[in-house]
């Protein structure tokens, strides 16, 4: 049974049909691309997934339950989280205290519920040695390098046991190498059994870790690929528009 | 050939990190990078430098008067500093105590008990803060815009209510409302046990201190805090992740007109009588004492020392300034100043700061 299944997603904003009849599925443990130009429905797809708003019509069914998602909370609770483009970090705030932003750990009793910074840094310090990350977790967000960024927000994913991960252009404005590192991430994510979507322009990267890849054109799916059986430039055709459907 | 390859895989990891990554900071580089601990040793060399130039600035008189005027001001700078980090501004403490000056003092007119006038007074000043966090968090408008209309009506309301008259005739409690607002401690020989050198300090000064006590523990210690820090970073961020944004947003405005009714009241009570000009132009004050203690007026920052070193760095000025004899009019150019290099000191936002670069030659020069 797939982690994620979409079956039949239409969305609209008042007269724009957003997506329209988008079916769908994400197996435990695998990484899938999704694809597609500006205005294809990409972010849409992933709003409605991480909960932001329910679809017009269709079902959203993770693990065999039909699910109703009108807030990000329901989502998460499900164990799916959302790496976002603009990363959800807070600037002045640590790397340990961004991995549990809005999930402290908390010792005491009340009205002396004080937070327990030491087990916090050392479970942090725990995720990033998953990740193989050089984070360290008292560093200042402020400070990272965007590869850092990514490796707290995955940590923060990795925090709640989430089963699917959506991340949203993770590799859009950062180096070469730090390229490197959130596609290391991805894979480490994927040997921990956690699924992946990733939502990328970038051709290259979505072929180095992808095992499928989804395409959307004008709010519809035309593509749905093992990498390995398709090519970058079948994906471009698709994207554009030159071939029609595969 | 494993383990060797996987060794040298560790090895330029390490090596890496030794380039790239930020060190971890020391506890100097921290303190070195806090402007409120710069302010601190302004404030004490200024104090060493005035007692030096002028004896009667260094008597335990002086420091029970700089004690008592700072006090409300520091209070209020604690309200402050909360919404600063969610990065707003109250512009409406001032005329909040005014209000809750007015609203305290009819009803000791009207011979209530002291307390009932208090809770009066109190509730006066949280039902502005809440109309503020309403509009601000709730409604979304400019924090800026929301406190200026609330200045303008709380003053009109002070004056509409007091019959812009002053209040004085406070009825049966009039005694224990003046004890509130002029007691000190330790108290000298004869009636305490205090001696000379110790200054006996105003209860203006204690509530200050408690409160800040309080905040700082907060702000330390609490998710609360956390959750606060973070929006007043990245709003959306905080949101994404699930923190009550509008509701801790809410409470800031909430916290600091609760800290102008605290500040009102204790006035209300050293004066002996309510006038509904009380705190006329305070929110100005509050502000600058706050930013030179060094909470980001974009948000994200602050702290509570230095809401209280702030305040209490403004007053001394003035009191230096005065005893030093200098025409009080020369005051607002010196605060003026003062806030335009404080601001210029810790300058978090852009630009290079003069702290920053100074840190930097120390980090340079250590390493």
């Known amino acids: 049974m797939a982690l994620l299944d979409v079956r039949s997603i239409s969305k609209s904003f008042g007269a724009i049909r957003a997506l329209s009849d988008v079916s769908f599925s994400v197996d435990a443990g695998e990484v899938v691309g999704l694809m597609g130009d500006n205005g294809a429905g990409k972010s849409t797809m992933v709003k409605l997934i991480a909960g932001n708003f329910p679809p017009t019509e269709g079902a959203i069914v993770v693990d065999g339950k039909t699910c109703h998602f009108h807030r990000p909370v329901e989502a998460r609770a499900e164990g799916i989280e959302v790496v976002y483009q603009e990363l959800a970090l807070a600037d002045n705030l640590t790397a340990a205290e961004n991995v549990f932003l809005g999930r402290e750990i908390k010792k005491g009793f009340w009205p002396f519920r004080i937070l327990d910074k030491q087990s916090m840094i050392e479970r942090a310090g725990e995720l990033f040695a998953e990740l193989k990350s050089e984070t360290r977790p008292r560093d200042l967000v402020k400070k990272m390098s965007g590869g850092q960024r990514q490796a707290v927000a995955i940590a923060r994913a990795r925090l709640s046991n989430a089963k699917l991960v959506l991340m949203d252009e993770p590799t859009a404005a950062i180096s070469v190498r730090q390229v490197a590192e959130v596609l290391e991430l991805i894979r480490r994510l994927k040997s921990r059994g956690v699924s992946v979507m990733l939502i990328s322009h970038r051709m290259p990267d979505v072929f180095s870790v992808c095992d499928r890849i989804i395409v959307l054109r004008r709010g519809s799916k035309v593509a749905d690929k093992e990498t390995a059986t398709t090519s970058p430039e079948q994906i471009t055709g698709l994207i554009t528009g030159a071939i029609r459907e595969a | ?367």
């Not at chain 2, 109309?131 to 200026?148: D, R």
């Not at chain 2, 929006?231 to 801790?248: K, P």
């Open chain 2, 1 to 367: 050939m494993k383990p060797s390859s996987a060794k040298v895989i560790e090895e330029t990891h390490a090596a890496i990190s030794d380039v790239v990554s930020i060190r971890e900071q020391t506890t100097f580089q921290r303190l070195v990078a806090n402007q409120a601990i710069w302010v601190a040793a302004a404030l004490l060399a200024l104090v060493i430098f005035m007692t030096w130039l002028e004896p009667s600035f260094g008597t335990t008189d002086n420091v029970t008067n700089i004690t008592r005027n700072f006090a409300p001001l520091a209070i209020m700078s604690l309200g402050m500093t909360v919404v600063i980090i969610t990065g707003g501004i109250d512009l409406s403490v001032g005329s909040v105590m005014g209000l809750v000056a007015i609203v305290t003092g009819l009803l000791l007119t009207w011979h209530h008990s002291w307390y009932v006038a208090f809770a009066a007074g109190l509730l006066a000043g949280l039902a502005c803060g809440a109309f503020n966090g309403f509009f601000v968090a709730y409604v979304g408008m400019p924090s800026f815009v929301v406190t200026l209309g609330m200045l303008s009506i709380a003053r009109s309301l002070a004056v509409v209510l007091s019959g812009n008259q002053m209040l004085y005739q406070f009825g049966p409690d009039a005694p224990i409302v003046r004890a509130i607002g002029q007691a000190k401690w330790p108290l000298h020989a004869p009636a305490g046990w205090a001696p000379r050198w110790i200054p006996e300090l105003s209860s203006h000064f204690w509530v200050m201190l408690i409160l800040a006590f309080i905040l700082g523990a907060v702000f330390i210690f609490t998710a609360w805090a956390r959750h606060l820090y973070a929006l007043g970073s990245n709003e959306n961020a905080a949101r994404l992740t699930g923190v009550s944004v509008d509701w801790i947003k809410f409470q800031a405005y909430l916290f600091s007109s609760f800290t102008a009714s605290i500040a009102s009241l204790l006035l209300l009570g050293y004066s002996g009588s309510a006038i509904n000009a009380m705190g006329t132009g305070y929110e100005l004050r509050v502000i600058a004492g706050t930013v030179i203690g060094g909470a980001n007026l974009m948000g994200g920052y602050g702290t509570a020392f230095g809401a209280v070193i702030g305040s209490a760095f403004l007053e001394v000025i003035r009191n230096a300034l005065l005893m030093a004899g200098i025409d009080s009019n020369w005051q607002g150019a010196f605060v003026g100043m003062f806030i335009v290099i404080a601001v210029l000191l810790g300058m978090q936002t852009s630009g290079t700061s003069l702290l920053a670069a100074i840190r930097e030659w120390i980090v340079w020069k250590r390493s």
